[in-house]
């Protein structure tokens, strides 16, 4: 496998890692999150700094998730709280806290991020296949939610959350639940991310990476694991194969997150799904 | 002094939030749509500005256009792209907006540059006054006296017109409003061409203040005045005109006192994320 290959698998690993984690709180709970780059950040820059004194890697990745998921369950707290239009507007600004502090952060290194951070001691292939192998635990992981038992609650709570509440079911838990794994999953790939890349700037973690991710997510299907697998997919290899697409990347999903909202708000799992009935 | 200073300016900031969240909390009142697109129609009304006024060497005339030019862009996507899908879950109208701006912000980067424009005359920037020991740039008396201006006359055609009255009755009750008379398809119009062009105004006038021009300029003054109509209680307008100056002041504050744990624009989210624990109805918003 060539190097070229590997760091291709190793992103695409990544994004998938992101944007299921992210159908786990937007397409399984209904849950409206514009603020996940942020959590994804937060692993990276707890795993990065714990890198650098000079802790293992099993290590660095369990302390990012942890470290995500815990601050992921404080927002999911809000999510209790607000009303839906609310939430959306309280992660985008999740995100913009996050950045705003760590661009000032002299011990995170500011706005030139963390650099130099020590190799994960494996090989770039086997370190590629190290991450396929994480996001196919994710994406198994994925599945067997939607068809357990709590797939079924989240389902009935992204539904009618009065309806869920007056059959007997424990919204806030449910809630917190879907907030705590997808964000502690955001937290794994940006820990993921941190040996890969070796540097970590903050604008990587930023507003535009939030939408990038939601666009795979509801370009595929919000809630459709399989119709955002292959989303996050094509939209990763998009770029690499098209110089064009490379160029105007953002023009692209932009135009795609318009255009398949307003004519099949189901996404493409959306489109295949109606052609049957 | 510097504590009134940094009032004074923050007031300033608040006066251009005003004209922003206005607008937006207008759709939300009337559609229940968070119209994230809002900040591309603002930053249209620089372009035009800008362009305009370099063109031709008139201020006024640069205004003029951005105002119309404005207006009926934001008519224009109402009727385009939210129209047609209002009966979906506000979460797909949200994503729609989220597109249309991406793509707006990526047309001014190819169209204008990416580098940004200045004014080719612009002498209100650095003209000022000085008023008990603080200086304003014209600019920034421009901008208030513009937003009291227009938002008064809001206040006014809302409450003593006719239309106006119909408009708060749609607000209030579309069905009801209906059965009296008042075209709520009209009222929408009537709403997103009023706020689109406070937008747009308000562009130029950050334009103006800055003397610079650029495709991304909309971005943190428009998630700015999401978390203002959110800290108003979505869809009040009063609360809205008073969670704008507040963050404005509060920014400016903020700029100073926190400026070694956090930069400008996460102050604003901090300060909403802090008053949704204490109030998550907003400030004035109803539980």
Known sequence: ?277 | MLFVELIVKGLVYGCMYAMMAVGLTLVYGLLRILHIAHAGVFALGAYMTVTVANATGSLALGFLVATAVSAVAGTAIYRLAYQPILHHAAFVPMVVSIGLFIVMQEGFRLIFGAYGIAFDTNPWYVANVSLAGISLTYVEIAMVIMSVVLLVGFGLFAGLTRAGIGWRATVTDPQMATSFGVDPVRVRYVNFLFGSALAGIAGGLVGLLNNYVEPTMGGAVSYKALAIIVLGGLGSVRGTLIASLVLGVVEAFGAIYLADIFDRDAIGFLFLIVVLMVRPQGLLGRG
């Open chain 1, 1 to 277: 496998m060539s190097a070229y290959i590997a760091s291709l698998i190793s992103v695409i690993g990544i994004n998938l890692i992101l944007a299921l984690s992210l159908n786990i709180i937007t397409g399984f709970c209904g849950q409206v999150s514009l603020g996940h780059a942020a959590f994804y950040g937060l692993g990276a820059y707890t795993a990065a700094y714990l890198a650098k004194l000079g802790a293992p890697l099993p290590l660095t990745l369990l302390a990012g998730m942890a470290m995500a998921g815990a601050i992921g369950i404080v927002v999911g707290l809000t999510s209790l709280r607000v009303r839906h239009d609310f939430l959306a507007v309280t992660t985008m600004g999740i995100g913009f806290v996050f950045l705003g502090f760590v661009r000032k952060q002299k011990w995170l290194g500011g706005e030139l991020g963390i650099s130099g951070i020590p190799g994960s001691g494996l090989d770039a292939v086997t370190y590629a296949l190290l991450i396929a192998g994480f996001a196919m635990a994710v994406l198994g992981f994925s599945l067997w939610i939607k068809q357990s038992w709590m797939g079924f609650t989240f389902d009935a709570v992204a539904d009618d959350e009065d309806a869920a509440r007056t059959v007997g079911v424990n919204v806030s838990t449910y809630k917190l639940t879907a907030f705590g794994i997808g964000t502690a999953l955001a937290g794994l790939a940006g820990g993921l991310y941190v040996y890969f890349a070796r540097i970590i700037l903050p604008d990587t973690f930023d507003f535009v990476q939030s939408i990038a991710i939601l666009t795979m997510v509801v370009i595929g299907g919000t809630g459709s694991v399989w119709g955002v697998f292959a989303a996050t997919i094509a939209l990763t290899l998009l770029p690499e194969v098209s110089r064009a697409a490379a160029d105007y990347r953002l023009l692209i999903f932009g135009a795609m997150l318009m255009l398949v909202m307003r004519f099949s708000p189901g996404g493409l799992a959306g489109l295949v799904k109606r052609k049957p009935a």
